[in-house]
C-alpha cells in the first residue's frame, strides 16, 4: 500500500504542478478569457472555468503530494477533499481523484497514516 500512496504522492505533484502551468500560461501568454471567446461565450466560460480550477488547485495539490511522500497524518482528511474537487478537472483529474480516493479510504491507509499505529 505504500508504494500506492507514494505513487499517488508523485501524481499529485505532476498534476499540480502541470495544471497550474498550463492556467498561467492561458491566464498570462494567451490573455485569458478574451482567446476563448471567439469560440463562443459557452466555451470561453468553460474553458476560463476550467483554467480557474486548475489554477487554484495548484498550490494545495502540490503540498498534497509533498505530504503523502512523507506519510504525514493530515494528508488524508486534506487529501479526500482534494480529491473530489480534483473530480471536475476532466479527464486527468478525474483519473486523479478515483484514484486517490480509492487510496486514501481503504483500511490499509489506516496504519500508514494514523500516528498509533507507527512503532
Same mark, same amino acid.
Given at each position: 500500500?505504500? /508504494?500506492?500512496?507514494?505513487?499517488? +504522492?508523485?501524481?499529485?505533484?505532476?498534476?499540480?504542478?502541470? +495544471? *497550474?502551468?498550463?492556467?498561467?500560461?492561458?491566464?498570462?501568454?494567451?490573455?485569458?478569457?478574451?482567446? /476563448?471567446?471567439?469560440? *463562443?461565450?459557452?466555451? +470561453?466560460?468553460?474553458?476560463? *472555468? #476550467?483554467?480557474?480550477?486548475?489554477?487554484?488547485?495548484?498550490?494545495?495539490?502540490?503540498?498534497?503530494?509533498?505530504?503523502?511522500?512523507?506519510?504525514?497524518? #493530515?494528508?488524508? /482528511?486534506?487529501?479526500?477533499?482534494?480529491?473530489?474537487?480534483?473530480?471536475?478537472?476532466?479527464?486527468?483529474?478525474?483519473?486523479? *481523484?478515483?484514484?486517490?480516493? #480509492?487510496?486514501?479510504?481503504?483500511?490499509?491507509?489506516?496504519?500508514?497514516?494514523?500516528?498509533?499505529?507507527?512503532?
Amino acid at each position: 500500500m505504500d /508504494s500506492h500512496v507514494k505513487t499517488l +504522492g508523485l501524481a499529485c505533484i505532476l498534476v499540480g504542478g502541470f +495544471g *497550474g502551468l498550463a492556467a498561467i500560461i492561458y491566464f498570462g501568454l494567451f490573455a485569458g478569457p478574451a482567446s /476563448s471567446a471567439a469560440y *463562443g461565450p459557452v466555451i +470561453g466560460y468553460l474553458v476560463t *472555468g #476550467w483554467m480557474l480550477l486548475m489554477l487554484i488547485l495548484m498550490i494545495p495539490c502540490i503540498a498534497l503530494g509533498v505530504g503523502l511522500l512523507n506519510f504525514r497524518p #493530515w494528508t488524508r /482528511s486534506i487529501g479526500t477533499i482534494i480529491a473530489i474537487l480534483e473530480l471536475l478537472n476532466f479527464p486527468i483529474g478525474t483519473a486523479l *481523484g478515483i484514484y486517490a480516493l #480509492w487510496i486514501l479510504m481503504s483500511p490499509e491507509a489506516d496504519q500508514l497514516f494514523t500516528p498509533r499505529f507507527k512503532l
